[in-house]
Structure formats: C-alpha cells, structure tokens
C-alpha cells in the first residue's frame, strides 16, 4: 500500500504563490496545443459542448460554461464524470465536443466517460497534464496542459492550469466558429497572460485577512461558499480545498439556493464566505452577503476594490483588483479559499489530505483511480 | 410565523399515496392540455428551471426526460438560468427549445423572471405550479396548475411530489407527441406511475420504525451527508435541504463520485452517511461508495430495494424502499424514509419547523422573504 507523506499546510501557501508565474509562463504554450487541437478537427462542425470531469476538474468545468457560452455563443454543459458516464452520455446532441478534464489523466470515471462518447455524435478531447496517460489514449485528441510537479498539494496550480486550458479553448473554439475574429481571439489570449498580475495583486489582498479569517473560524464545524455563475465553479471548488486540507465540512452553493435552504441552517454563526465578483449576478451576491449576515452568518465578502459592497460592515472584506471580464474570474477569485485552506489547517494544527492518518489512495481509501464501472 | 410543529410534517407524507392515487390522472390530462397549447412536436431541447424543491424535482426527473421523452434536458437554478444561460440562447435553434419553470407557489421571482426573459426571444415557455392565476400562469406560454389540497405547513413534500409528477408526466407526453413512444406505451407509464402510489404506502411502512431508531441514534450529530447520481443526486440534494428545514441540522446532498473525491477527507468520521441506491445506472457506484464510508467509519444508512444484498452488507440501517419502481421514477418514493428520519431528529431535537420558535430569526427571515417575493 502507498503511504503518503505528510503534508505540511505551507504546501497551500507555496502552490497559490507560484500561481503568478504559472500564467505568465504557461499561457502561451497552452494556447499553441490548442490552436493545433482546432486545426486537426477543422472542418467539423461544432453545435455542443460537454466538459466533464470528477472533484477540482468538475470545479473548473462549472466555472468555464460561461466562457464557452459568451466567446464561442454555443450551449455548453459542464457535468460531473459519474453522471455523463451513466446518463447523459447515452443523450448527447449531435455534433458535439466532449472535453474531458483529468488533471493526472488517470481518473477512473472520466476515463470510461470519454470512451462513451460515441463518434457520430461528436468528438473527443482530453485536457490533462499528462499526455501518455489513460485519458490521453481514450480521447480523439489531446490538449496537453502541463505544469512543473510541485509537489503533491490538494489541487491548486492544476485547477489553474485546467481553467487556463478550458479558457483557451473557449477563446479559440470562438474563433473556429467565426465569433470572435482572429485579433480579438489574440486579444482575449493576451488579456489571459496578463491574469498574472491579477492574480499576484490578489494573493496580496488575501494573505493577511484569510490568515485572521482562520483564526476566527477555526471554531466552526462547518464552512459554506456561495457564488453564481462562473462563480458557483469557485464555491464549490472552495468547500473542496477546505475538506481536502483540513477536513472541515464544506459546502458549495449558488447564491439563490441559500435563500431556499441553507439560510435555515446551525450554527447560526457559520461563516459564509461570499463572491461577488463584478457580473450578472453581483447585485444577488450583495442581497445575499446582507441577508446572511442579518441571519448571524459570520460573512467574509470577496469583491473587488472598487466595489461599494466593501463599504459595508462584514465581518471580512477582501478587496480583490479590479477586473471587467467575469467569465475569467475564477483564476483568481479561488485564491482566498487556497490561503485560507492552508492556514485553517496550520490554525487547527492538522495536516493537508489527513496525511498523518494514512487516509489515502490505495490503502482503504477512496478508489478514483481504480474503480472500474459494473454493468 | 407562529411555532409550526414537526407534528404536521407525518400528515403530508401519509397524504403521498392517496395524492398519487386521486390526481395523477388529473395531472395527466392537465399535462396533455397545457402541451397542446404551444408547439410540442417541435422541442428538441428541454430546461428546467426552479428554486429550492422545485431545483431538485428537475434535478429528480431530468432522466426522464432523456431516457423517456429521448429530449437532451438541462437543469438549472432560477439564478444561473436567468443571469447565465438565457444570455446565450438567442444562437440556439429557439423553436426547437422548450422552458419549464417550476414554482408551487406560482411566485418565485427568479424562476418567474427567467420565463418572461426567454419568452422575449420568442422561446416556448411552461409554468408547472400549484396555484391557478399565480404570477408564473400570468407570464407562461402555457401552464400546468396541480393544485392539491392545502394542508398545515410543512418543509414540501407533497408539493415536491405534484411538482415531479407535472415534470415527469411532461417527460412522458412528450416522448409521445415527438413519436419517441407510442400512445400504449405511453399509457403503461402513466399506469405505471400510478401503481407508485402503493409502492409509497408499503415504504412509508416499511421505513418509519428505521427511521424513527435512527434519528434517535443520530440526534447529536451536527452534519449529515446524503449521496446519490442521476436522479438520486435530485433525491439527495432534496434530503439534506428536508433537514435543514425541518430542524437546521447542516445538511448536504453530494454526488457519489464527486464524495469520493471530495466529503472523503471530511470530518467528523461518524458523520451518518445516507446513501440513496435505487436500483439502476449508477448503483454499482452506491455500493462501493457504501464500502467506503463503512470502512472509514461513518454510520452507514442505505435507502434501497429490500433484496439489495450487495449494499445492504454495508448498511448500519436500511431503509427499505418497496416495490419495483424504474430509475426515472425513484425520485418519487426514495425520499420518503428521509422525510421521516427529518420529522423524527426534530422531534428528538425538540425544535420547530422552519426555526419558527426563533422570534428573532422569523422577524429578519419574514421581512427579507416579503421583500423577495411578487405578492
């Protein structure tokens, strides 16, 4: 059985601040594997996208649809593996490209999920850091997003680089279907790399306040992210790092659904952390921060600087730098959820995947590389 | 709001059958007549759109609608259909797209918003609602009003099962109208989804007493998990938010793939995981994903058919769903058991309702709820 090592919190802090790096040497190159993607299917048409993807791939397919609908302006679904595996993939719309995301490219699920998908449908497109593996060799083609091992960490830096290669593809997925003319489809990949300093300016804001803010919340036996959009991708994304680090229950969820059901729940101070990134939904997110601390929530509110909200009384406020394109925002707006996974679990002294408790893959554990489909 | 007993929530589920039995067939006509108002022979793409039950109703009956209609669905929160995916449909082909909104009350302001928004593109809207002239009739295209007796308050569950029959009998006539089954088949499901009706009496009670001992077992927890795919993620999704209602206990509906990938490194070990295992696509999922979380620990409660060997060895407590009933349809009869087990922690929670015997919180929760609301 492997053992894991143990995994220090630090580990969160040293992926996040690599992040600005990654971008600005990774954008580029991520973009030529795409461009040559597009170029071998050319000539197929394209009225359908799927991405699917199991944990953090998931995630950032959530936070990709609404790239592909606005720059490409064609109906896109992102669905988790275990679902288009044995639901949807049996459905799928004619003319259709299904993007499966495996950062490893060893996720069992996605794997026998790419291999559905049947090729009078559509096409096939694997986006993974590792071009030999099972994902790459099931899919028609391949967009190899790989970035230097930094060590095993929950999933921070290969989160960035599968939303950096969804974006990518959305941008020229646009081109290809004469959306976006080739100079605007330059700009917006430019406009990506330049994220860099977004993100660097962002980590900025973060540090100190997700510090206090996991002081403050260490407490909690449960923590809750509310976003929409591009957004609900962070949320749930978020929970997923909370749990992954240091165990704590976490929950993602859209902005509206809180009103419905979460805003009933103990403990009455439960900290609700709030995106409300520039957008469509922004003046839900504002609603919504307020109602959840009129509720007793303990809100932390991420916005950016230039946002009125932050005028407001919250409990926490981070004023993220300002930026017009909300279909982009969750390559930085995740980074708050990365600090403050890292110091919960210094704050609560435990140690990232439970990795002193040997509650890993292949010994007992979860089996999301193993498993094998029945029936 | 005044204190509303847990006492009224056993009324509604013992109402289950007998609103099956004396309305389906109603629903059914209604259903025919509201699909003869617009272009039904032209959907070829359906959305669902609702909030909180009605959310996870759609979630409950999407299945239908591919596997029986052969119509690709897609749903989506009242939030994200009207702020993300109504931008991008002007592309699509409209006459081939079908909007359903969902809202019992007939007054949800997303849900309501969403229909008039598409309506403006020229797309065919539906209302399925329990309340004749509500606001949702007023905009719709056409409606679907299942009304049911009033009964005293209660987290819903009988209009969460008026809002799966109007969805899935929708399902159903469309799969005839677009030739997908013939009218005798299309007859032997209707008949088929009758005969829930004595399923849902044999499971109320065949599950009580299970229920009952586990809510006494489990009243000190402070987080519970419920897991499922495909329609059980509907079914989980719709269990967690019946605590949460019920007595504000934190609750969460999870995928049982994304739990493997996520909710395995949470704490606390002994949080009761609820695994919901119809018979069907992804059962051989709940059985593992039932291994896992006995190996590791948690209380183990499977909500399954009563021969279901496979995940019942794993099972601290079953609760026993009877009758043979298709995947599509499990939505209707595998929350029942849960309904109970919510009704039962209240009780040994000795809290209210809704926190309706929290004065403070019903002062802030009824004046942000008013303001909310069209009427």
Redesign the interface.
Known sequence: MDKMPIMEPSIMIDQVESLPELIEDHVEKFDVEVRKFFQKINGEKIDHIYITG???S?HAALAS??AF??IS???C?AI????FL???S????PNSIVVGVSASGGSA?IVEAVKRVDRSRGVSVSITGNAESPIAKNTDYVIHVDIPFMGRSPGVRTYEASLLGLYLTAIRLGEYQGQVKKEEASGLVEELAGLSDIVLKANQACQAVSKKAAQNFKDS??VLFLG??PN?GTAVFS??KI??SC?????GQ????F??????????D?PVIVFAAKG??HW?AVEIAN?AK???KRVMVVAESDDDILKQDFDFSIAMPAYDREEFSPLYYHVISDYLSGYLTEALGRKL??SDQN?TSAA?????QT?K??? | MDPVSPDTMPKNIFDLPNLIKSNLLDFSKKVASALNAIEADKVRKVFLVGDGDSFHASLGSEMAFESIAGIPCEVASGQKFLDYKSSFLSNENIDEILVVGISASGSTKRVIHSLKKVKELGIMTMAITGREGSVITEIADSSIVLSIPPFPPSPGIRSYVASLSGLVLTAIHLGWITGRCSKEEKDELIAELLSLSDFMNATIGSTEEAAKLAAKEFKEKESLIFIGSGPSYGTAVFSAAKIIEACGVFSMGQDLEEWSHVEFFAYPDDMPAFIIAPPGKSSWRAVETAGMTKSYGHPTIVITSPGNEDIIQYADYVFPVQGEVREEFSAFIYHIGVDFFAYYLTKELDRYLFKSDNRDFQKLNEAYQKRDRIR
């Open positions: 199991c944990g953090d998931y649809e609404m609908e606005k302006k064609i109906n679904e988790n593996g275990l679902r044995d639901y949807t049996e459905h799928l719309l699920r036996p449960a929409s959009g609900f929970a997923a749990c992954e165990g704590v229950i976490s929950f859209d902005l509206e659904e009103a419905h059901v979460e805003g009933l729940c103990y403990p009455d439960m469509k939904s839900r109602y009129t509720l007793g995947f439970r509650r007992l554990g979860s089996n999301i498993s489909r029945k029936n």
